[in-house]
């Protein structure tokens, strides 16, 4: 759809966000600032980590986020004998002896890659190559992916064993790290109620994907106030220890600060969340608004921080 004016695109963004959340909302209850986290990164075309106890209903929350933009979602799960070929595709023989190519579950507009670090690095890293090329490479030929293509990835943060942790600069290619908190009583009584009764659902389809890539370019063309830019910029280069501008508390609690990627995400990510919450330039709210999703991976705590009970959100929040 054409848009007379760049101010009617940002309009449309901002009633579209509404739309998809209440059409969200009639399958999953509660969790609006996830639900709103996820579509930010989905608009500003970046990847998702989903951190929740299980049975939080994080499958269930990218599934239905798939259906009502109108998407192909394919679910891989991830386990210690997983391979690469197995994500990607693989080359076989048809039946005129020529080789073929078998296309993976990758080659859809959103992947969810549950249980992420369940799987060994080697096919980790067949995903983050995905991730951050948005094409793979099969026996020396490249095969580029679907647009838009957008990776979900959850992981269990209580059961440690047999799970392969994600190295920083894998978590790196990670837009946004979500945690999952449990729901409010009042939210749980919600959820029993609806899901222990006899009820069809129907969601309709809000947008589609050329809508999305549309809103993805637009994302880039909202301007920022130099003040807010650097403001963005400077938060990210606080969180790195022994330089200039590091804070005691970073000195102190943190070993590795976040990297540039965590400045452009930053600004991407608070141009869209001031876009669909109906403003047409983002400020410093905006920006703090989002900057716990997309440090809290980026920054790594030393062993005095984590023996004095530290979180990662307390050193960003000294920040601002």
Not at 18 to 31: A, M, R, S, T
Not at 212 to 229: E, M, S, Y
Not at 289 to 302: C, G, K, P, Q, S
Request: aromatic share 8%.
């Amino acid at each position: 759809m054409e848009y007379k004016s760049d101010v009617e695109a940002v309009d449309a963004m901002a009633q579209s966000y509404k739309d998809l959340k209440k059409e969200i909302g009639k399958v999953i209850v509660g969790q609006d600032d996830v639900v709103r986290a996820v579509i930010i990164a989905l608009f500003s075309n970046g990847h998702s980590l989903l951190v929740g106890v299980p049975g939080l209903a994080k499958t269930l929350l990218v599934s239905t986020i798939a259906e009502v933009l109108d998407l192909d979602f394919k679910r891989i799960q991830f386990t210690p004998d997983l391979m690469p070929s197995d994500i990607t595709g693989s080359e076989i023989l048809d039946e005129d002896r020529h080789f073929k190519f078998n296309r993976g579950p990758l080659f859809s507009n959103i992947v969810l890659a549950d249980e992420i670090n369940r799987t060994p690095p080697k096919t980790q890293a067949a995903l983050l190559e995905a991730m951050q090329e948005r094409s793979v490479t099969v026996s020396g030929t490249r095969h580029e992916l679907p647009k838009p293509f957008f990776v979900l990835a959850t992981q269990n943060p209580i059961e440690q064993e047999g799970t392969y942790p994600l190295p920083e600069a894998q978590l790196d290619r990670f837009m946004f790290n979500i945690t999952l908190d449990y729901p409010s009583y009042e939210e749980e009584l919600d959820v029993v109620r609806g899901t222990t009764m006899l009820q069809e659902i129907k969601l309709n389809h809000i947008l589609t994907g050329a809508q999305i890539l549309g809103f993805q370019q637009l994302i880039r063309k909202i301007p920022i106030a130099d003040n807010v830019l650097r403001y963005a910029v400077s938060l990210a280069t606080k969180t790195r220890p022994k330089t200039p501008m590091a804070t005691d508390m970073v000195n102190n609690y943190i070993s590795w600060g976040a990297g540039p990627r965590a400045s452009q995400y930053l600004v991407l990510g608070a141009k869209c969340h001031a876009a669909i919450s109906g403003k047409y330039s983002p400020d410093i709210e905006d920006v703090q608004t989002i900057a716990n999703y997309v440090l809290r991976h980026r920054i790594v705590r030393n062993y005095k921080a984590e023996a004095e009970g530290i979180s990662e959100e307390h050193v960003i929040k000294s920040l601002f």
